[in-house]
């Protein structure tokens, strides 16, 4: 419509296994790739385009357990880990086209699908961020104010949630 795209933001995921690694089924472990990480890759090369013609910016989601992982939700770590490597390496090839490439990488947040995993935990500001924390980040990271010098990195956001 307007030809041009300032930011695209990838925010999804998906947990298919909660248990141990090694128990986890070949089709869970092709849909954990394909949601969290294939369809990313993907989304950003078909969005190039629009993104090249002003200098637009790539935010992607990413969590804490691509780099401390949560012992029963290992696969969906693993997927974010690549995420956190595609940012790093396509931060380098789109720099040409004036193309920022960024992570925010939450701790726990209120959501639907942190709720079976936080199931008997005492939630509160220290150790469980409400979405609207992460959407301030995401807002900063996008500016092109703020977040002018932002490119490469993976940006964590947990409150101390490893540290409690």
């Given at each position: ?15 298919t296994h909660v248990g141990k690694q090694m128990e986890i089924t070949e089709a869970n472990f ?90 008997g935990m005492v939630l509160n500001e220290r150790n469980c961020a409400k979405p609207e924390h ?31």
């Open positions: 419509m307007f030809g041009r795209l300032d930011c695209l933001i990838l925010n999804h995921a998906t947990i092709d849909e954990a790739i394909n949601v969290n990480l294939k369809s990313c890759f993907f989304m950003i090369q078909e969005s190039l385009p629009l993104l090249r013609a002003k200098g637009g910016n790539v935010l992607l989601t990413s969590s804490l357990s691509a780099t401390d992982p949560f012992h029963s939700i290992g696969v969906y770590g693993i997927t974010k880990a690549g995420i956190n490597n595609m940012v790093r390496s396509l931060s380098v090839e789109l720099m040409e086209y004036g193309i920022r490439v960024n992570a925010v990488a939450p701790g726990m947040v209120e959501t639907e699908m942190s709720a079976p995993l936080t199931k992460i959407a301030a980040v995401i807002a900063t990271i996008c500016s092109p104010g703020d977040g002018k010098f932002m490119n490469g990195e993976v940006y964590t956001v947990h409150g101390g949630f490893p540290r409690l």
